[in-house]
């Protein structure tokens, strides 16, 4: 482990020196050398060596190097400093035998593990509907005001539960059936329907009939791309803590032509 006032050299590969300093009082010199340069104190030069006695360079890293790099590892395994105040203490490059020091693990509180679980769920809109379709009406299109019903098919409309782990956190997380919020795209104010609308149904005498449960009528002209929101409320708990938050998902329709249709008078006889 380090004092205060402990030089510690950084493995560079060119020469050149620089001295740095951080804000708790330590002191760094980084020598760029063909190997890394000794730990000193205070303001005392910092030597490196590659050199055999007698003369002659080494193909390895020499005991200074080799000590150099020890110290390197340990100011990194001290782990009393964030990724930046490390990078500036220890140097940002490991001696090229070592690898890349690892980072400091890191923590998430309980909420954020919770909100990481949500992907545990595999939750899905379910799949929007409206009825009669402009191919099942003899002009092509759905008329101007004319009521047209919309219900929906799957999704994740149930209540689920499941536990999971996150970065250690054991967290259980369940779900409500969602809220179903539908917009047509013609303009018109978004609105609620319940998940266990009624499909559309034609009348017995083919005239044109009001859902009981979920129904819209276009009010002009267009063509249109209808959506349904699921928003779940998810209901976490990770020991002591819990809490909720909602998860909101959108799923579109094919396009929808509304067209006008005109009445012809005639008065032939």
């Not at 790099?69 to 100011?75: D, G, H, K, L, V």
């Not at 819990?242 to 005639?266: A, H, K, W, Y």
Request: aromatic residues 8%; charged residues 15%; hydrophobic residues 30%.
């Amino acid at each position: 482990f380090l004092t205060p006032g402990t030089a510690v050299a950084s493995p560079f590969t060119t020469g050149g020196c620089e001295t740095s300093s951080t804000s708790r009082g330590w002191g760094s010199v980084r020598c760029q050398h063909s190997a890394p340069s000794t730990s000193t104190r205070g303001d005392a030069p910092t030597p490196s060596s590659t050199a055999r006695e007698g003369g002659g360079r080494s193909s390895g890293p020499s005991a200074a190097a080799i000590r150099a790099q020890r110290a390197y590892e340990e100011c990194v395994a001290a782990r009393e400093f964030d990724p930046v105040g490390v990078g500036r203490l220890c140097g940002i490059t490991p001696f090229p035998t070592t690898g890349t020091p690892a980072r400091p693990a890191v923590t998430i509180s309980p909420g954020e593990a919770a909100r990481q679980a949500v992907a545990t769920l595999d939750l899905e809109v379910p799949q929007p509907h409206l009825g009669p379709s402009a191919n099942e009406l003899e002009w092509g299109f759905i008329p101007v005001g004319y009521p047209v019903w919309l219900w929906t098919t799957g999704g994740s409309t149930h209540t689920t539960q499941t536990t999971t782990t996150v970065e250690g956190i054991t967290v259980s997380i369940r779900h409500d059936p969602p809220v179903l919020t539908w917009t047509m795209g013609d303009g018109t104010a978004p609105f609620s329907c319940a998940g266990d609308s009624p499909s559309y149904r034609p009348s017995a005498d083919g005239v044109a009939t009001e859902s009981s449960a979920c129904g819209h009528r276009f009010t002009k002209l267009g063509r249109y791309t209808p959506s349904v929101t699921a928003t779940w409320t998810i209901h976490w708990q990770a020991g002591p803590d819990s809490g909720t938050f909602t998860e909101t998902l959108t799923r579109s329709m094919n396009e929808v032509p509304v067209g006008e249709l005109q009445s012809v008078i005639d008065r032939r006889g």
